[in-house]
T-cell receptor, first 116, second 115 residues
Framework: GAVVSQHPSWVICKSGTSVKIECRSL??????MFWYRQFPKQSLMLMAT?????????EQGVEKDKFLINHASLTLSTLTVTSAHPEDSSFYIC????????????FGPGTRLTVT | AQSVTQLDSQVPVFEEAPVELRCNYS??????LFWYVQYPNQGLQLLLK??????LVKGINGFEAEFNKSQTSFHLRKPSVHISDTAEYFC?????????????FGTGTRLLVSP
């Protein structure tokens, strides 16, 4: 149980275009989903926290207009990187929490974004 | 703000040898502690967690960790490693300041197991 999927697993896009990454909880309802960014050989940095049906809460330094997060249902959250640039190239990982007050996050397999 | 330190960026070890991966955190308030493993181009898999109770926590794949409040440490150990344990290991902490809702990760330790 507690499986989280991400799609696509790998994407290449041209500079200036937008790309959408999906995060789905397959066998549970996720009241909260988290989006992380991981640079090569570095740790995960929390970008934002999204709760179903409400606006995402972004961490300091993360541009909310560039990284659009939508959490429209209890099993799906999307991250859209708008007007992507090469410096946005990274590994994006989502996680999901099953219920309010739960302290465990279940992680997706990640999406590698390369902007050319 | 909470911070997590993993002093060793890389730990080489021979197969069947014991290993310890170190993790220290900064906050003295109540904490929850986690160790995750990441294989290449994959997400994170939970190895073990400490929420309360016994300070010695056993996880999957033969790993265990010990919570030491006085030293603010949560070192990961395995008595005998396998080639398949080669991966990146992340220590993570959540604390009362965020209602235990947010994870702060260390920079990771790459475990390299050789024959």
């Amino acid at each position: 149980g507690a499986v989280v999927s991400q799609h696509p697993s790998w994407v290449i896009c041209k500079s200036g275009t937008s790309v959408k990454i999906e995060c789905r909880s397959l066998d549970f309802q996720a009241t909260t989903m988290f989006w992380y960014r991981q640079f090569p050989k570095q740790s995960l940095m929390l970008m934002a926290t999204s709760n179903e049906g409400s606006k995402a809460t972004y961490e300091q330094g993360v541009e909310k207009d560039k990284f659009l997060i939508n959490h429209a249902s209890l099993t799906l959250s999307t991250l859209t990187v708008t007007s992507a640039h090469p410096e946005d190239s990274s590994f994006y990982i989502c996680s999901a929490r099953a219920q309010q007050g739960s302290y465990e996050q279940y992680f997706g397999p990640g999406t590698r974004l390369t902007v050319t | 703000a909470q911070s997590v330190t993993q002093l060793d960026s890389q730990v080489p070890v021979f197969e069947e040898a014991p290993v310890e991966l170190r993790c220290n955190y900064s906050s003295s308030v109540s904490v929850y502690l986690f160790w995750y493993v990441q294989y290449p181009n994959q997400g994170l898999q939970l190895l073990l967690k400490y929420l309360s109770g016994s300070t010695l926590v056993k996880g999957i794949n033969g790993f265990e960790a010990e919570f030491n409040k006085s030293q603010t440490s949560f070192h990961l150990r395995k008595p005998s490693v396998h080639i398949s344990d080669t991966a990146e290991y992340f220590c993570a902490v959540s604390d009362r300041s965020t209602g235990f809702q947010k994870l702060v990760f260390g920079t990771g330790t790459r475990l390299l197991v050789s024959p």
